[in-house]
């Protein structure tokens, strides 16, 4: 069967993989990391303009490379093709393969970083997207120079001790090795960005089982939701974490 | 311009070096210290709301003013100890919930308040139910703000709530929740009080809420009457 698949590019190289081993011919468009920074309602927007953009009659299902990722999916219609997402809070969820374990390990450790090859090597850091992002806009991410020009270098201090408290609270970076890597550089770095901030690394070993159910189907309930044509993605935040959004 | 209106004028402007010395100018001039928050303190940060609402402050702007309102609360504070007729708006207790750790919001939400005239009992990140219903019960809360950043743990607002009422303190206190993800349906749906969109959103509800009280307090006076 022919498929979409509309993804965030920080699965670019897992949904690759999966894409090359599918019993299905798959088309993709990658969207830029990062979405989820610039605030839902341009997040969703950003995602239906993809949605709506795909000739639905050429394909048996669109498929989403997206979680509820902070609500950038709530609100989002199918057009005149079943779409596909992933019962996910995040791409976490994608990374090790199901929300059950996600949900597991972060609890047990909320003050973690995750990194994979995606996550290192996708997004731009001064693109269109840096600038639309919120952190941009709410004036959290100033430089010490930026601030002192701004509000005095007595205020620029007390901002960039206070504005740093954003990330005081971290205290791992969690490698999670998919897999797809293609020697240890990325583990590396990962390991390096631990060290310079003095935080715990640890490695994980992924799971792409979930990455390879959305391109292969079939999609069961309990990991999927099937947005038949026409309809519209809501949160649900229990276990199911998306649902369809009730009819007018 | 009277030292209290420069002293509003400075905080809202986040000077606080000038914060300092006007209020300790104003109190040489025979200012009561409970006149400073009506007088300066309070119109000054509901005018920082006002901008940041309007998109003319952000984030670096509401910190500075936060930061010069309490160089002028922190001299007050010592010479209002015991000073009856200068009591709180009344005694909010916040926190980040469970599992979650972004606490910048939840900070701008506590100045806000703090600068509204309310009593601020911060209990930091990553809040759990005992610790949160011990500290509404030890402080004689009125309010309980929780905030969080992700749908992964905004689900604990639920769990928190249901363990004010299983501690038989929910009467007791309004319970408000906001965050990013977090919106009016959720807030409703989990049995909250109210739903705070941004930091003003918050003091706006808080102010509501007493209002209301105090309504109801002398609808009951006129009833027993």
Redesign the interface.
């Given at each position: 069967m022919r498929m979409k698949l509309i993804s965030c590019e920080i699965f670019y190289r897992e949904f690759c993989a999966a894409i090359a081993r599918s019993v299905n011919t798959i088309e993709v468009e990658f969207l830029t990391k990062g979405l989820h920074d610039v605030g839902?309602p341009d997040m969703l927007a950003r995602i239906q303009a993809a949605v709506d953009r795909v000739e639905g009659s050429r394909y048996h299902a669109v498929l989403l490379g997206y979680g509820?990722c902070?609500?950038g999916v709530v609100g989002l219609t199918a057009g005149d093709t079943q779409l596909v997402i992933p019962r996910a809070?995040?791409c976490i969820t994608l990374f090790l393969g199901s929300k059950e374990r996600?949900?597991d390990y972060?609890?047990g450790h909320?003050?973690v970083f995750f990194e994979t090859t995606g996550w290192l090597e996708r997004g731009e850091s001064d693109g269109e997207l840096s600038q639309l992002a919120l952190g941009k806009?709410?004036?959290?991410t100033?430089s010490f120079d930026e601030?002192t020009a701004?509000?005095g270098e007595?205020?620029a201090r007390?901002?960039q001790e206070?504005?740093g408290?954003?990330t005081s609270?971290?205290r791992q970076i969690t490698f999670i090795e998919m897999g797809v890597e293609p020697d240890l550089s990325f583990e590396s770095r990962a390991r390096e960005k631990a060290e310079s901030r003095a935080w715990k690394f640890e490695k994980q070993r992924g799971d792409s089982g979930l990455i390879q159910r959305l391109v292969d189907g079939p999609w069961d309930e309990s990991e999927f939701l099937v947005v038949p044509p026409g309809r519209t993605v809501a949160?649900d935040?229990?276990s199911g974490?998306i649902c369809l959004s009730a009819t007018e | 311009m009277s030292t209290l209106d420069e002293l509003k004028e400075v905080i809202i402007n986040?000077n606080?070096?000038a914060a300092k010395r006007l209020t300790e100018a104003a109190l040489n001039q025979g200012t009561r210290p409970g006149d400073f928050f009506a007088g300066a303190i309070i119109p000054a940060m509901d005018e920082v709301g006002r901008r940041m609402r309007e998109c003319e402050f952000?984030?670096?702007?509401v910190?500075?003013a936060a930061?010069a309102a309490r160089a002028s609360t922190e001299i007050l504070k010592p010479l209002l100890a015991g000073d009856s007729s200068v009591r709180p708006a009344g005694t909010v207790v916040c926190g980040t919930i469970k599992?979650?750790?972004?606490?910048?919001g939840k900070?701008i939400v506590a100045m806000m308040l703090e600068g509204a005239g309310f009593r601020i009992v911060d209990l930091g990140?990553?809040v759990g139910p005992e610790k949160l219903v011990d500290a509404v019960r030890r402080e004689g809360a009125d309010f309980v703000a929780l905030s969080a950043l992700?749908?992964?743990t905004?689900?604990n607002m639920k769990g928190a709530i249901e363990a004010l009422i299983a501690a038989g303190l929910r009467q007791q206190v309004k319970v408000m929740v906001g965050g990013?993800?977090v919106?009016e349906s959720?807030a409703q749906s989990i049995g909250a009080d109210g739903y705070g969109k941004d930091a003003p959103a918050a003091v706006e509800l808080a102010r509501r809420f007493i209002a209301e009280a105090a309504r109801g307090m002398s609808a009951a006076r006129r009833g027993a009457a």
């Open positions: 839902a509820l902070n609500n809070h995040d996600y949900l972060f609890q909320p003050g806009k709410l004036g959290i100033a601030l701004r509000y007595d205020n007390y901002l206070e504005l408290r954003l609270h971290y949160a935040y229990n974490i | 986040g606080a070096p952000f984030i670096p702007e910190l500075i930061r599992g979650d750790l972004h606490d910048i900070n990140v990553d992700l749908t992964t905004m689900v990013a993800p919106t959720w």
